[in-house]
């Protein structure tokens, strides 16, 4: 996984066709859906509106979107969506039981029907070569029932709990062209908010000097062989005044080995002067415990050191958002001012609210620093309950 492949690669996908004797028959050949995509949810809905159903695959690798119209329409069809009342307004667990030319068929209103999926709560009834519609029942989620009037068919009706005449949707037009995705080009980098903070041992944060009592830091890791460093740099050095308003002071730290340190002390006055304080050099010690944190934190064991690298600390010594790559100077301001005015349990990428910590590995990181002989800090760890 490290390496950026999958454990189930090159699988086809599987359809099964059921034969309405209790057997299945293998279909997914026939159907033209046995793509060897690294496929990991389904979901079902009349994406075109057309009465028939079709369907969209999310896949880990590209392309991570695939839609399968369906244009192979034989048959007639209805359609109901359900609403609620109360709390239910989406009417999840209501059935409709529909009959006609003699058959039957009963349709349920679900809230999740697969993994990492949810399929349209749309009711779909496929009915052949039926052009009557005899008989239609809802039976409601408190248990009450209702028989409908028949709709006409190849239509969608919207029917509301508690009103008497269902209503007809006009049929909706989708149109989604075929072809690449276009993406903006990438940078390479990388900003990583810790939804739960990591405290730094005092080994570590006493030689990072802050300017005074309740300020923040920004450790910034970058290198003489590293351009994008240099642009990184110019950019916070032309900006100081912003960054210490903000409350923010700038730690740049070198990682080259002993011998170029004239070097970088050389660079780093041409480019940054005196604006962002003095260079710092990291002996192996602090380089070789960086490393181990941004391992923790991305949980890649085999993880290498991207420069630059910048590590935000707070005021309580605590690592707040890692920044792989080149990180602007709004973006370390805003996050700063975020830091203070959102916990961190409201903290997510994708949205939504998490109630509990995200628990972080102290015992293993202590188990690291000890067998690294970084005693102080092993300790330092164990201490964290």
Not at 128 to 153: C, E, F, M, Y
Not at 287 to 306: C, G, Y
Request: proline share 5%; net charge positive.
């Amino acid at each position: 996984m490290n390496e950026g492949v999958s454990w189930s690669g090159h699988e086809r996908h599987n359809a099964y066709l059921n034969l309405g004797d209790g057997t299945f028959a293998a279909a997914g050949s026939l159907l033209g859906i046995d793509f060897e995509d690294d496929g990991r949810a389904v979901v079902v809905t009349d994406w075109d509106g057309d009465g028939d159903l079709d369907l969209w695959f999310r896949n880990r690798t590209g392309p991570q979107l695939r839609l399968l119209r369906n244009d192979h329409r034989t048959g007639h069809h209805v359609t109901f969506v359900l609403t609620g009342r109360g709390g239910n307004r989406d009417a999840v667990g209501a059935r409709v039981t529909v009959e006609a030319g003699g058959r039957r068929w009963v349709r349920a209103v679900m809230s999740g029907d697969g993994y990492l999926a949810q399929s349209t709560r749309h009711l779909h009834f496929g009915l052949g070569d039926v052009t009557k519609i005899d008989s239609v029942q809802v039976t409601w989620p408190d248990g009450t029932t209702r028989l409908l009037a028949s709709p006409a068919i190849d239509t969608a009706v919207r029917v509301i709990q508690g009103k008497l005449d269902p209503v007809v949707i006009p049929p909706r037009q989708t149109t989604l062209g075929s072809g690449p995705t276009a993406l903006p080009p990438a940078d390479g980098s990388s900003r990583i908010r810790l939804r739960t903070p990591l405290p730094l041992p005092p080994s570590l944060v006493s030689n990072l000097p802050v300017s005074g009592p309740g300020r923040a830091r920004v450790l910034n890791l970058w290198s003489i062989t590293c351009r994008p460093c240099f642009v990184e740099l110019a950019e916070w050095a032309d900006r100081a005044v912003d960054l210490r308003a903000g409350g923010l002071d700038v730690v740049a730290m070198c990682i080259d080995p002993k011998e170029d340190r004239t070097k970088a002390d050389t660079k780093y006055q041409e480019i940054v002067g005196k604006r962002l304080g003095a260079l710092r050099h990291a002996d192996v010690a602090t380089h070789t415990r960086l490393q181990v944190f941004v391992q923790h934190v991305r949980q890649l064991v085999d993880d290498q050191m991207t420069l630059p690298a910048s590590f935000l600390i707070d005021e309580h010594n605590q690592l707040q958002v890692l920044y792989v790559g080149r990180a602007s100077v709004d973006t370390l301001l805003r996050d700063h001012a975020t830091i203070a005015s959102q916990p961190a349990h409201l903290r997510s990428f994708r949205g939504g609210r998490w109630f509990l910590k995200v628990p972080r590995d102290f015992a293993g990181l202590a188990k690291t620093m000890d067998a690294l002989g970084y005693l102080a800090d092993a300790a330092f760890y164990r201490g964290i309950k």
